[in-house]
């Protein structure tokens, strides 16, 4: 039988720190995984906590339905907060619908997200905070995605350092369809309850999986799926999955792997890596049963098995690539396409290059947003284009990336010289004076990575022969 515990209760909160007793429930899960909560709405209505919360929020964030940004918030935000945590407590608080809208994806579709109100930000917020401190001891070490932490190029790293060190031949590489759209809620309360014994905080839950969607005025009940942009909605992913794929991987399936095998897991997106053919058709085949147990399926178009591994430089390798007519092997994992390639002294690494698709569909936008802002003069172009570029490499400049990331610098340099000799009829500058004056101003392309997995038989750092 599961124990229970009663931590975080009103009285205890009102009076204590919200950070200090979140940290508590974080090294009770860790100590006694196997505890409940029982006693959790003291931690959520907290008016610490809630302050905390809207200290973490951006201002430049949209508004949700309610038509509320941070600076309308912060007037009377005292009052405000009290009267939400009195809501919360008396279990009066019901989150509002999420405004619908839609970003470009990188395969040219678009992405529908849901804005929450301002109100149900710090709510779902302080939520996040508390699932994050019961779960992340319980996390498995394949879980990368929403982590603290934990990053996408940690996830990187790690698929070069299996692939390099564990010596695996065999990758498959999938996506789970609309997951954000598909989760069961019915499943995710079921899988909440294993640590969660408080019943009203399960029914605020549910409140917000519940809460629906508004678009153009007209509103859709919510019946399966957290909506993307609440900042809860990470968490319960995490949560999700952790019960439907990486315990089922880590603990059942890779036990009855005849050889090695891995799962790295970035929210939806993951990839498996296998010793052994065998292994990789069998976790193809079970997988989607797997998932299907708690309606979930496979993106088709984005889930494949190939042979991707260091036996491909081989001169059997070679010669069996030849003789099936394939060309190089490659996935994509993160933005990134993974490819079999040498080093300098002609060892197998795992190369990477930015995802030729991502990097078109981001000019393409890059395009359209500079062709916009014409209107508000070239130094808000040139401003506009310096953070969007260091966010583009701070992401992308990758170890093996160069070529990749130069390329998009400039192009996108290129695409701001265009938009500001079309900022009248008169032509403003040549190509001349934007690299004496404007290009100067914009970030250089660089490294920022390494990913490059330290090899098993060099020393590692802290050892005595470094």
Not at 112 to 139: K, M, T, Y
Not at 362 to 375: D, I, M, Q, Y
Request: charge should be positive.
């Amino acid at each position: 039988m599961s124990a229970t515990l009663a931590l975080g209760s009103g009285q205890d909160s009102c009076h204590r720190p919200a950070k200090l007793i979140v940290t508590e429930h974080t090294l009770k899960a860790r100590e006694e995984p196997r505890t409940r909560f029982t006693s959790l709405m003291g931690l959520l209505f907290d008016p610490d906590g809630l302050r905390e919360s809207f200290g973490r929020q951006d201002g430049r964030k949209a508004a949700g339905i309610d038509g509320i940004k941070k600076e309308d918030y912060a007037q009377g935000v005292q009052a405000r907060l009290e009267d939400l945590s009195a809501r919360i407590r008396r279990l009066g608080y019901r989150p509002q619908p999420a405004r619908r809208t839609y970003i470009p994806k990188g395969d040219g579709r678009m992405r529908p997200l849901g804005v929450p109100s301002f109100e149900d930000r710090l709510v779902q917020d302080r939520l996040s905070q508390i699932l994050q401190a019961i779960w992340e001891p319980e996390f498995l070490e394949c879980s990368y995605g929403f982590r603290p932490g934990r990053s996408a190029h940690d996830a990187l790293r790690r698929v070069a350092e299996v692939i390099t060190n564990e010596r695996t031949q065999w990758v498959v590489e999938a996506d789970i369809k609309g997951f954000f759209d598909h989760v069961s809620h019915a499943h995710l309360l079921r899988f909440l309850e294993h640590r969660i014994g408080d019943p009203n905080l399960l029914r605020i839950i549910q409140r917000f999986l519940k809460a629906g969607i508004m678009e153009d005025g007209v509103f859709a009940a919510s019946v399966e799926g957290t909506p993307q942009g609440g900042l809860v909605s990470p968490v319960l992913s995490n949560i999700y999955l952790h019960y439907a794929l990486d315990l089922w991987f880590e603990k059942r399936f890779a036990r009855q792997c005849a050889g090695k095998a891995y799962l790295i897991r970035y929210a939806d997106d993951f990839v498996a890596c296998f010793e052994r053919e065998a292994d990789a058709r069998a976790f193809l085949s079970e997988m989607r049963e797997r998932l299907a147990e708690f309606d979930l399926e496979i993106e088709p178009s984005k889930t494949a098995l190939l042979e991707f591994g260091s036996a491909l430089l081989t001169p059997r390798g070679l010669g069996r690539q030849r003789a099936q007519g394939q060309g190089a092997r490659t996935f994509s994992f993160l933005g990134f396409t993974h490819y079999v390639g040498r080093s300098r002294t002609g060892r197998f690494v795992v190369g990477r290059k930015t995802d030729g698709k991502r990097l078109r569909k981001k000019l393409k936008a890059l395009n359209a947003r500079l062709r916009e802002l014409r209107g508000e003069g070239g130094n808000a172009m040139v401003a506009f284009l310096a953070r969007h570029l260091q966010g583009h490499i701070q992401y992308y400049g990758v170890s093996g990336n160069s070529r990749g990331l130069s390329s998009y610098v400039y192009f996108a340099q290129r695409l701001l010289f265009k938009w500001l000799n079309r900022r009248s009829q008169k032509r403003s500058l040549n190509w001349k004076q934007f690299a004496a004056y404007i290009r100067r101003m914009l970030p250089k392309a660089r490294i920022l990575h390494n990913l490059y997995p330290v090899r098993w038989w060099m020393p590692q750092t802290g050892s005595r022969m470094v």
